[in-house]
């Protein structure tokens, strides 16, 4: 393995950790549990899901799962529906100011990254931002 590669997937995986932990300071969580936050996000993602196909997603047990609904549910941020498939499960999603709530976040989150970047890169600094991001996407496999 290459010492230019070794170094890229260590500057990578860095750059990409500050810039996550970033953008969640940008967002007011009020109050949520990062628990609470990626199963909106999740659920915003993927859509519909059962308490169990989040708690595997979540890697977390059925039972705190069923907590972390919970609040959420007491917070007007998801619904419940029967399944269609099976009635004796129920399908979680968002309600109406769940999806209000998450888009908010992640629109706090894109104007604060615009802003910095308007504000501490030049026009070319942008391009090659963008140029570079076009070769890190290829990593995702997109």
């Known amino acids: ?31 949520l549990t990062p628990t609470q936050t990626a199963v909106l996000s999740r659920l915003s ?5 059962s308490t169990s196909d989040l ?4 890697r977390v047990r059925p039972q705190s799962m069923a907590a972390t609904l919970g ?6 941020l998801i619904r419940r529906r029967p399944d269609p ?10 309600s109406e100011s ?18 910095s970047l308007e504000s501490g890169y030049t026009e070319e600094e942008r391009q090659t931002i963008i140029e570079a ?6 990593l995702s496999g997109a």
């Open 1 to 31: 393995m290459s010492a230019s590669a070794v170094r890229a997937a260590y500057e990578i995986r860095v750059v990409v950790g500050r810039l996550r932990r970033r953008l969640k300071e940008t967002y007011d969580n009020e109050e």
């Open 98 to 115: 769940g999806t209000a709530y998450v888009d908010d976040k992640r629109r706090a989150g894109e104007e604060w990254l615009a802003r």
């Open 85 to 94: 498939g099976d009635g004796r499960r129920q399908l979680i999603s968002l």
């Open 45 to 49: 993602k993927d859509g519909p899901a």
């Open 133 to 138: 991001l076009a070769l890190l996407d290829r």
């Open 55 to 58: 708690a595997a997603a979540e």
């Open 71 to 76: 609040v959420l549910d007491e917070r007007g």
